[in-house]
């Protein structure tokens, strides 16, 4: 048994499911056939069953043998009963109109910030699953993950969960790039991508501590990526960034302060816990 991935947010927040048992999957009646081969390919089919609302297919097919055995006190399998309390439209009991739409965010490597890091699965991968759908009270957007384990040259889902993305603590791409948020993400991006003049832009003028971080950090091959959204105070003339920052392997924290030039919010301060 090859352990191939790990839950993020629905363990953090006590949501998720792990299947402690699995066994390979038999095509379920009626549906094609899925490419299982990669955990890319297992997320895409997953992504392709649940579109389609087959979720014989996605029980059957793509889930682990303790996924498809009835929930305790049940009628429905332990994964459809934590997909119908998950994204509740697709639950036969409600009378529901909304059309759930699914999407793999992204497969990617476990990070040591990921709660259920540890030893035996830092050569995991995460792929990370969000679903959207129309609500009473507005759209509603949550994000989740796919746990899938290799058997017999096929992966499944062994653990899953969907939390709504406010309760994520990674933020997507901020719609807007002149927002603290979208301001510190687009300094992120110059940082990973080695390009100090672009990272500069996103620099206080006086801030040359910042400016010798950065420097630094490039040189030694360093990444940065968001922890969750920039907070503000609420005259709105400073804010706090959390970031990861990842440097040989090792994952710490990192974090500065924001203020407003006149060309915008820029970090005047900046510090990392990597050595």
């Not at 910042?210 to 969750?228: D, S």
């Amino acid at each position: 048994m090859v352990f191939v991935v790990i839950g993020l947010v629905a363990l953090l927040l006590g949501t998720g499911l792990l299947w402690p048992g699995w066994m390979k999957s038999k095509p379920a009646t009626g549906s094609a056939p899925v490419d299982q081969s990669t955990p890319e390919n297992a997320a895409k089919a997953v992504e392709d069953a649940l579109n389609r609302r087959d979720i014989d297919q996605f029980v059957n097919v793509l889930v682990c043998k303790d996924g498809r055995t009835k929930a305790e006190n049940k009628d429905i399998s332990r994964a459809e009963e934590i997909l119908y309390r998950d994204v509740q439209p697709l639950d036969p009991r409600n009378k529901s109109d909304a059309e759930p739409v699914f999407k793999v965010d992204e497969v990617r490597e476990i990070r040591p910030s990921d709660p259920v890091y540890n030893d035996a699965n830092k050569d995991s991968t995460v792929a990370i699953m969000s679903v959207e759908y129309p609500t009473d009270s507005g759209p509603e957007k949550r994000r989740g993950v796919l746990a899938l384990f290799q058997e017999d040259n096929r992966y499944v889902v062994c653990e899953m969960g969907f939390v709504p993305v406010a309760d994520s603590q990674e933020p997507p791409p901020d719609p807007d790039p002149n927002s603290p948020t979208g301001r510190v993400q687009a300094f992120a991006k110059a940082i990973n991508a080695k390009d100090i003049a672009a990272a500069r832009l996103y620099i206080c003028s006086t801030a040359r501590a910042v400016n010798t971080w950065a420097e630094k950090a490039i040189a030694a091959g360093g990444q940065l990526r968001l922890h969750e959204k920039v907070t503000t105070t609420k005259a709105e003339d400073s804010g706090q960034a959390r970031l990861w920052y990842t440097l040989n392997g090792t994952e710490t924290k990192a974090g500065g302060f924001l203020k407003k030039e006149s060309d915008g919010w820029c970090l005047f301060t900046f510090n990392s816990d990597a050595k």
